[in-house]
Nanobody, 123 residues
Framework: QVQLVESGGGLVQAGGSLRLSCAAS????????MGWVRQAPGKEREVVAQ????????NYVDSVKGRFTVSRDNPKNTVYLQMNSLKPEDTAVYYC????????????????WGQGTQVTVSS
């Protein structure tokens, strides 16, 4: 069973930065595509960023392109989300998710989820 534990959330002013981390245990992390998914109050979950098993392919939702960067360190079983130029509309619970397929694709299904970390951006 794969376990995912996020960290790094918090309260930040608009224009600030945060770096989220997700530590994985169990399973074969280096063979999984990973994603960061957020959910704001009253809104549906939104896939913010995806990264392939090797880190060679990434994808972002339009609203965060140029501001967020997803990366991974396979020897450390960790995936990161660097968030810069944060906006109040980025406020949400951010979830780390793993897909047992190695490549990223539209509408990707994630099989394992972390518990989420709150990100709050004040104006």
């Amino acid at each position: 069973q794969v376990q995912l534990v996020e960290s790094g959330g918090g309260l930040v002013q608009a224009g600030g930065s945060l770096r989220l981390s997700c530590a994985a245990s169990g399973g074969t992390f280096s063979s999984y595509a990973m994603g960061w998914v957020r959910q704001a109050p009253g809104k549906e979950r939104e896939v913010v960023a995806q990264i392939s098993w090797s880190g060679g392919s990434t994808n972002y939702v339009d609203s965060v392109k140029g501001r967020f960067t997803v990366s991974r360190d396979n020897p450390k079983n960790t995936v990161y989300l660097q968030m810069n130029s944060l906006k109040p509309e980025d406020t949400a619970v951010y979830y780390c998710a793993a897909s047992t397929t190695p490549f990223i694709r539209p509408g990707q299904r994630f099989h394992y989820w972390g518990q989420g970390t709150q990100v709050t951006v004040s104006s």
